[in-house]
C-alpha cells in the first residue's frame, strides 16, 4: 500500500491546520547545515519533489548521521546495502528492487545514500500483507505483543480521527469508500510504529544521531513517528523538518519547515479517473 505521491502533498497542507503544542519555525534552505542537535532527526519530503531529496542529502551530510532510517526500504533491503554497492546508482537501484518498489526516480535519493560517512541503513517498511491487514484488522492485530509499547492500543481521540480520516480522503482525491477510511488511519498508525521501531534500533545499534527519511505526513510531530517515539523511547530527542511547495496554512505541525519550488507533475487525481 503506496503512498499516492502527489496526493499525499495535498493531505499535509489539509492537516497542517490541526491544533497542537509545537512551536513551529520556518527557516531557508542554507539552515538545513546547522540543524539543532537531537538523537533523531526526521526529515520530511513530498516523495516527487528533487529538491526535497537534495536538501535531506544536505541535512545528513551536516549532522554527520551516524544511521539512515528510509520509509521506502524495508529491514530486508536495508540489510543488502554494502559499501561496494554504494559505489554505483545503478546495482543499488537492481539490488533493492526499486523500479518495482513505485517511489519516484532512483536518482533522486541515491545521493542522500552517500551524505554521510559509512553510515548504517535501517528500513521501516512493512510487508504489503500486513499494511493490508492492518486496514481490515487494526495495527495493534498486526504488530502484536509490541502494540501497546507504540501505543496503539488506544483509541484514537474522536477529533482527531475525523480529522485523519479527512486527511486519508483529500489524499485520495476523494475517490476511497468512506467505510475504508478508519482502515486508511489505522495502516499509517502501523507504518509510523514500524518507522519508530527501525529508528530505536539504529539508535541502539549507532548511538545516533539518526536521520529518517519519510513524507511530511510521518514526519509530523503531533501524531506521526515522533508520537510512537514518544510512546516506546521517551528519552530520545526528536526533531522534525518538513518541506512545502507552498507556506502551509494555520499551525504547522513540525519543528521546523521550509518552503521549495513545486515539482512538474501531471494532476495527480487523473489516477483516480
Known sequence: MRHSLPCSCAAAGILAAASFSVKA??????D?????????VILGE??????????????????????????ML????????????????EALE???DWEASGWPDFGMYFPIFLAA????????????DDVRRAVSDGAA????????????????????????????????????????????????????????????????ETGGPVAVITGNGHARADWGIPRALAAAAPELTVLTVAQFESPPDG??????WLVTVPAERDDPCLAFK
Do not use: W
Open 25 to 30: 519555525e520556518q527557516i531557508d534552505a542554507a
Open 32 to 40: 538545513l547545515y546547522n540543524l539543532p542537535a537531537a538523537d533523531v
Open 46 to 71: 513530498l516523495h516527487d519533489n528533487p529538491a526535497h531529496h537534495a536538501h535531506q542529502a544536505i541535512a545528513v551530510a551536516a549532522m554527520e548521521a551516524k544511521a539512515l532510517v528510509f520509509e
Open 74 to 89: 524495508s529491514e530486508r533491503q536495508a540489510l543488502r546495502i554494502t559499501p561496494e554497492l554504494l559505489a554505483s546508482k
Open 94 to 96: 537492481e539490488t533493492l
Open 117 to 128: 560517512e559509512q553510515p548504517a541503513f535501517f528500513g521501516g517498511a512493512l510487508d504489503r
Open 141 to 204: 492485530a498486526v504488530l502484536g505483543g509490541s502494540a501497546a509499547l507504540f501505543g496503539l492500543n488506544e483509541a484514537l481521540d474522536s477529533d482527531e480521527q475525523a480529522l485523519r480520516e479527512a486527511g486519508q480522503m483529500a489524499a485520495h482525491c476523494d475517490a476511497l469508500p468512506a467505510e475504508i477510511l478508519g482502515g486508511m488511519v489505522e495502516a499509517q498508525r502501523l507504518r509510523d510504529a514500524a518507522m519508530a521501531r527501525a529508528v530505536i534500533a539504529a539508535v541502539a
Open 251 to 256: 499551525n504547522t505541525p513540525y519543528d521546523l
